[in-house]
């Protein structure tokens, strides 16, 4: 019993330490669920149906809904909504994948 246990959070572990990770680039201030981003460069990963998006101590996550596309992106590219205020992620196309992480507004 405990050998299963040691197997299983070793499998967790490795799990965890192979979590991608995308940089994107914002030119202008955006905000993602509650945080305002300021232009820059992010790293972003996918973690339970999450978007993690980190730059130094600043950690912002935002539910979103995945999505695969018919192609590979060539880049990881950032749309932003065009409402009134600062604007808002709506999608981040992974660079290098086909998956789309899509924001609710």
Excluded: C, H
Aim: glycine share 8%.
């Amino acid at each position: 019993m405990k050998r299963k246990l040691m197997i299983l959070f070793a499998v967790a572990g490795l799990a965890l330490a192979y979590a991608k990770s995308y940089t994107m680039s914002l030119y202008q201030p955006a905000m993602v669920g509650n945080t305002q981003l300021k232009a820059g460069d992010y790293q972003v990963e996918l973690v339970d149906q999450k978007a993690v998006i980190t730059r130094g101590k600043l950690r912002a996550e935002a539910p979103v809904k995945v999505e695969t596309a018919g192609n590979k992106f060539d880049s990881t590219n950032v749309s932003l909504s065009s409402g009134s205020g600062t604007p808002r992620i709506r999608e981040i196309d992974l660079g290098g994948t086909t998956t789309k992480l899509m924001f609710s507004e």
